[in-house]
């Protein structure tokens, strides 16, 4: 347990007013090694100076109810080539006091910190990287993508570059060995070895620069990594054809033959870089979910002053209460809501949805969504990060930097991987040189294929690849997944619960049946449209729907818990419960109240109509099931996942709602309080079972919490998403089956590309050494050189495969 430094700013989290800040001062002041301690309620800090430890201090912040809160950072790192530099890394952040969480991408080069924000500073984050060797830069909202863009542009011209130059000076070697040039075969040897270490120079020392500058960083700090290999192995090539060329007599003398290795040495290298070059442009497309989402953030908006013009203005400048201006074809500039117009919007890329949405007076709008053909005007509600698009973003950036718990495996082995294989590479040159007699020329060819051969690049890429175009993929899709971790774990799910209210069904009432004169719902239309009860309301939607025109009426009145009384006409009509028409003295028609029952039956709610004195007429209405909740659920028990409804509503219209959708009796819940969904979610799981909960709203929220994997509509409530694994963005429970789906293919994804980057080592490695030599095969430095270039290009083809993924 470390010490903390003598000075040390923290952030505390949970303080409401003075007493607060007083009580949690004097606490810290009489903590033993704590020389002086100051408490600030504004800034929600506490300055400390003393000989402590952070963890004794963040136990007293918590034992007097507050706490220490935790915040992730984005940093844009710079020298990665494999997974040993990843782990490194991560190591050498991890260690730092008040770190709680790292996560370095290979594929990206972005470092996610979780860290203690005000006691961590960016400055002591940039000194650990560059104590292993690698190099540090900040990145702010929105940078992190950009800035690794153009890196990685930059990196695949500095890679052609170097590329194009050593392939050229490869040919006119092989040219000269082979005699090709007019002249050069007149050369006797020693001339000839001379011209090919000319040429073969600066292809190991200027197009092989970045792998010996890579591995120079990391020696200085007592460490490896996949640039080590590579500058080994190419530099003993051309160290010891230099010294052949040179000193020919002294080889010939001491028995170990005279055959030079420039070839092999520029080989290797241009071959690497052919890799990765090849992998640099593969990488490049595994980020195009976050680039596109960044390319829908909107530049400008338009905004309405007092006068009714309008200005431009960057949409950074958008405040809450702004009313903006969206001409047809623009993007809606942030999150709000319209106050004129009725555009139609294109949400594809927020909810996966490809038809445009209809809004109205009131409805809430997306930022970066694009309007159809009809201008509006809208009011800003949330702006800058605090909109969905950025919320989208900031997911989808955590999630692609999360690892699931199967890259565990991974990290260790890479962690210790180019040691090994150094260690392994210098025994076989070894055994071949002294043990079996052979030519140190030969021993050394075994030396550098082991080398070359064993890069790590494919193991290090295996998994965050793959995280990256499947979250990526979902997100295009409509699916927002947390972290790598939900990957893993959705994709074993088998139990799936049901919320019924809003998940499965619309979540409001509609008019379903009527059953009158056209007079009579006339008049109900006119009474109910002078009520605000979501009956009332849908009652009216749906005759007019219907083609019903209001009639006019009078003396409207609500009698609560009964029903509404009007005066149409010369007439009165009463509407509601049963029990209001027997007391009224209206006698109840048979037929009528027949139908009614069986309307009650398939779980609707019946309103009866009296007319001029008499039972006249019933309307009913239901929460309707959606459209597509039946196709979601037959998905899913076609996966093998046993289905379950819990609800609050009675038990009655549950069992309707679940005949309708296939869900068998038996898995029903009714009757159910929040806690006892949680509950269930705690049965289900004591049978073995791994249960995802899908819900929308409030209530739902500790079985979201409880559930192995708990999974959001994006309709529904902030506190519902935020207990959330995975978020529905458009609503759909179809997305459930689907991304259980898309969870099953990335980990399939995953577990191909570490078999083949673990088959290939353990298939190669060997070759490399040279254990099929007395059978007549042997794996040249080049052709390892080529192997493991095509490994690295293999795993990253294979992940980009997801991009396609039908679901």
Partial sequence: MSLSPSVMQLPIEGMSCAACSSRLQRRLESMPGVTQASVNLATASARIEGVVTLEGLEKLVKQTGF???????????????????????????????????????????????????????????????????????????????????????????????????????????????????????????????????????????????????????????GSANMNTLVSVGSLSAYVASVGIALVPQWWSQAGQGGHLYFDTAGMIIVLILIGRWLEARAKGKTAGAIQALLALTPQTALRVQEDGGTETIAAAQVRVGDRLLVHPGAAVPSDGVVEVGEPYLHEAMLTGEPLPVQKGLGDEVSGGTLNGAVPFTMRASRVGGDTALARIIAMVRQAQGAKPPIARLADRIAGVFVPIILALATLVLLVWWLLLGAPF???????????????????????????????????????????????????????????????????????????????????VMAVEAQSEHPIAQALVKGLGEAGVVPAAASKVKSLTGYGMQGQVGEETLLLGRSILLEQRGVGLDPTLMAQAAMWAEQGQSVIHVAWQGQHAGLLSVADAVKAESAAGVAALQARGCAVYMVTGDNAKAAQVVAAQLGIAASHVRADTLPDGKAQVVAELQGQGLVVAMVGDGINDAPALARADVGIALGSGTDVAMESADIILMGGDVQGVARAIALSAAVLVNIRQNLFWAFGYNALLIPIAAGVLVPWGVMLEPAWAAAAMGLSSVTVVSNALRLGRLRL
């Fill in 67 to 221: 706490s220490v809160p935790r915040i992730t950072q984005t940093f844009q790192l710079e020298g990665l080539s494999c997974a040993s530099c990843v782990t490194k890394v991560e190591q050498a952040v991890a260690k730092l006091s008040g770190v709680e969480r790292v996560a370095a991408n290979l594929a990206t080069g972005a470092l996610l910190v979780t860290l203690i924000p005000d006691y961590v500073s960016q400055t002591t984050i940039q000194q650990a990287v560059q104590g292993v060797g690698y190099s540090l830069l900040a990145s702010q909202e929105g940078e992190v993508e950009s800035r690794a863009q153009t890196m990685q542009q930059r990196e695949i011209r500095q890679l052609q570059h170097r590329l194009v130059v050593g392939a050229l000076l490869v040919l006119v070697n092989m040219a000269m060995m082979h005699g090709w040039l007019p002249g050069v075969a007149t050369l006797d040897e020693g001339w000839r070895n001379l011209l090919q270490g000319v040429c073969m120079t600066p292809v190991v020392l200027w197009s092989g620069w970045g792998f010996h500058r890579g591995a120079w960083q990391v020696l200085k700090h």
């Fill in 441 to 523: 020329t030969h021993s050394l060819t075994h030396f550098i294929a082991v080398m070359i051969v064993a890069c790590p690049c494919a193991l290090g890429l295996a998994t965050p690849t793959s995280v990256m175009v499947g979250t990526g993929r979902a997100a295009r899709l409509g699916m927002l997944m947390r972290g790598g971790d939900v990957l893993e774990r959705a994709q074993q799910v088998n139990a799936v619960i049901f919320d019924k209210t809003g998940t499965l069904t619309c979540g409001t009432p509609v008019l379903v049946n009527h059953q009158g004169a056209a007079a009579l719902l006339a008049g």
